[in-house]
């Protein structure tokens, strides 16, 4: 449904048509008049204003035909001269007998005006013509029924076989009324439906853009022969999206097919129509000055004319006759071009409609299936207490760069994520034809780049063809770049604990133009939901696999993730459990309070999160105990190891007031496979020799006292 004009369009439409509305008065007045006196000199006089009425605005009408820098308004003619038809008809009994006035006056309304127009305008037309005295009489009857069947010929032939032919089939309009996501496609050289494909918006641009070239097409065609002219051209203005101004089509007499042409901004003809929204008309010599073409490469015109195509107060485009031949324009050129433009303007404007329908309901497509990835990314907790946040983030970010590719056609697509420091950077995803790929962990210098230039500044960047960025400056990094690439897009991007960049590349010139920026940044708010969903996983996560306290891992998170790293050794690599304890804690929660105690715990904990290896895990096992797996430790690292945690527990300092407290633990080492496989057996053992070290004065480690690798 097309957007009711505003308040300016119909105030504007108001004073073009305010002499030809003015008929219906006058009609009402001179029904008043006939009422009183049916005859004679008194109804004659204003009746002839009528035919004067009529008969001036049919001279200004014809009038202005000739003239080439005016359209001519053919409302008011038309309404006076019905009006004038009308009077005709009620005055000469010949014309009234033959019921020629109210059969032609009922066929044209119901042939252009739709059914809620057409039907209170035969019935006013045959209530005034029985309600004016006049030949009528008897004849009521053969009035009214001549009106209604002319009439109703007229809407069956706007509504039938002929209106389908006049506004065409319709077929563009149903599919874009359909909203189908999914396109079928015909192969130019067969005519045969391939299979149907999923549609992108840039698919949709295509199919609409060529739509819109095959009516503008048409339309040059038609005026070609209209104007006289050797050659018809149309340039877009403002444009329909994907197509740049001064871009066009050209129509030739000596061609039997339309041509691209470009022209340039500073064209005169297309300057006074764009810029100043003028028409431009010149004949003679003084023409060829404004030639289009190369020296050499075509006559000299003989005539120019260009008029501006107007769509609510903004250029669309401009049309533009060349004419070779001597002598003036058969025809007045410019009111044709400005009557093709006003319908030119029409087809624009569908068109454009038809796309954002097309574009709406894609959008709608993809962000629902998105925003379910996004969801599914950071739900499938299964059995596993801990998921692998990590590896979710990446689906997010896979997904994101996926959708990106698949919604720009790009040719690569790459998620930039900035380090601790600014000047760096690392490839979060990468996404191509061939899959998406997750980014390793090294930063690389941003130097001097463009995405390091964009993360700073947060302002997006395009790139349409060389030689842009100079040479001293490249859109990515070195290591990052393809020589192939030319065009980018890259665009700021941040939310969701992500602060960085995508870049968008392809080996083709003039890829990217900023609506397609508007579509990254909705994909980017996509993922900014779905990292927000994962970082409150994590969040979940953490509290649930956590010591509130002391930020380890708790009990159970801990016996997990030990079952599982045993089940991955299986026996064959050697580990070690240690547990230890904080010696004499009661007594330093009696003597300094719970506060204190609590303040010893995280200093412990402190010291095991700083001290433990990559592949090895801290938790906090109960009270005062905390637990540790040393990953591929013997009985000797392992026994290292708890000695080194010892050492630096008893070097911790807890200010309590003006004093310092310091305190010492006690350990206890298992080692598999020597002294078990399984967690339970492991722990129980490093239990029983933590038992050990508090019987042997505490301040100490030692060993499980089971069998050694040489009794095995």
Avoid at 560 to 571: F, I, N, P, Q, V
Wanted: charged share 25%.
């Amino acid at each position: 449904m097309r957007a009711l004009p505003n308040r300016r369009n119909l105030k504007r439409t108001a004073r073009k048509c305010a002499w030809g509305l003015a008929v219906f008065p006058y009609l009402a007045a001179l029904y008043l008049v006939s009422r009183k006196t049916p005859s004679g000199i008194p109804f004659l006089l204003p009746a002839s204003v009528g035919f004067l009425a009529a008969a001036g605005f049919l001279v200004a009408y014809l009038v202005s035909l000739r003239k080439t820098d005016l359209v001519p308004n053919p409302v008011p003619a038309v309404l006076w001269g019905g009006g004038a038809a009308m009077e005709v008809h009620v005055l000469l009994p010949e014309v009234g007998s033959s019921m020629i006035v109210p059969g032609a006056l009922c066929f044209t309304l119901g042939l252009k005006c739709p059914l809620s127009l057409s039907v209170p305008g035969v019935t006013a037309v045959c209530l005034w013509l029985a309600a004016v005295p006049g030949p009528i009489g008897k004849n009521l009857l053969p009035l009214s029924m001549t009106a209604l069947l002319a009439g109703a010929a007229g809407a069956a032939m706007r509504n039938g076989y002929f209106g389908r032919r006049m506004h065409g089939d319709g077929g563009t309009e149903r599919i874009g009324r359909s909203g189908s996501p999914v396109l079928s496609w015909e192969d130019e050289n067969t005519g045969v439906r391939a299979a149907q494909a999923p549609a992108t918006e840039n698919s949709s641009l295509a199919r609409r853009e060529r739509e819109w070239k095959d009516g503008v097409r048409q339309a040059l065609e038609r005026i070609l022969p209209l104007t006289g002219a050797a050659h018809v051209a149309y340039t877009a203005g403002s444009g329909f999206p994907g197509i740049g101004a001064g871009e066009g089509m050209l129509v030739s007499r000596d061609s039997p097919s339309p041509r691209e042409i470009t022209l340039p901004d500073m064209y005169v003809p297309v300057r006074e129509a764009t810029v100043f929204r003028k028409t431009f008309y010149e004949v003679g010599p003084s023409a060829a000055q404004y030639t289009p073409w190369a020296q050499g490469e075509r006559k000299p015109p003989t005539g120019i004319a260009s008029v501006p195509v107007l769509r609510e107060g903004v250029v669309e485009g401009v049309i533009l006759a060349i004419r070779e031949e001597d002598g003036p324009w058969r025809e007045p050129v410019l009111p044709v071009l400005e009557f093709a433009g006003h319908f030119l303007a029409r087809e624009i404007d569908r068109t454009r409609e038809l796309y954002g329908k097309d574009r709406e309901i894609l959008r709608e497509d993809w962000y629902h299936r998105m925003v379910r990835n996004m969801a599914e990314a950071g739900s499938e907790w299964g059995e596993n207490p801990l998921p692998d946040l990590r590896s979710r983030r990446g689906k997010v970010y896979a997904e994101t760069a996926e959708q990106v590719r698949l919604r720009l056609d790009a040719e690569r697509v790459l998620l930039v994520e900035s380090g601790e420091d600014p000047g760096t950077g690392r490839i979060a995803c990468q996404a191509t034809s061939r899959g998406t790929v997750e980014g390793g962990e090294e930063h690389l210098p941003l130097g001097d780049s463009y995405v390091g230039w964009v993360i700073r500044n947060e302002t997006q960047r395009i790139f349409r063809c060389p030689p842009l960025p100079p040479r001293n400056r490249g859109v990515l990094p070195g290591p990052w770049e393809k020589p192939e690439e030319r065009s980018f897009l890259v665009l700021p991007a941040g939310g969701g604990g992500f602060h960085g960049a995508v870049v968008c590349a392809h080996s083709g010139e003039r890829r990217f133009e900023k609506r397609h920026a508007e579509v990254v940044k909705d994909i980017l708010r996509i993922m900014q939901l779905g990292l927000s969903h994962v970082e409150r996983l994590e969040s979940l996560a953490k509290k649930a696999s956590t010591d509130g306290l002391t930020g380890l891992w708790n009990r159970k998170t801990f016996l997990d993730r030990l079952a599982e790293d045993l089940s991955r050794l299986d026996g064959r690599y050697p580990c070690a459990v240690v547990m230890l304890d904080i010696d004499h804690f009661k007594s330093i929660n009696d003597t300094y309070g719970h506060p204190f105690g609590d303040e010893v715990l995280r200093s412990v904990a402190a010291v095991l999160k700083k001290g433990v290896r990559k592949g090895d895990t801290a938790g906090r096992y109960g009270g005062e105990e905390f637990v540790l797996y040393l990953h591929m430790a013997d009985t000797e690292k392992a026994c290292e190891g708890a000695e080194r945690f010892r050492r630096m527990i008893r070097r911790i300092r807890v200010r309590s007031g003006d004093r310092e407290v310091s305190f010492t633990a006690s350990f206890g080492v298992a080692c598999a496979p020597h002294h078990g496989k399984g967690a339970e057996e492991l722990l129980r053992h490093a239990d029983e020799a933590l038992y050990l070290s508090k019987q042997r004065g505490r301040d100490r480690v030692t060993l499980y006292p089971g069998p050694s690798p040489a009794v095995r």
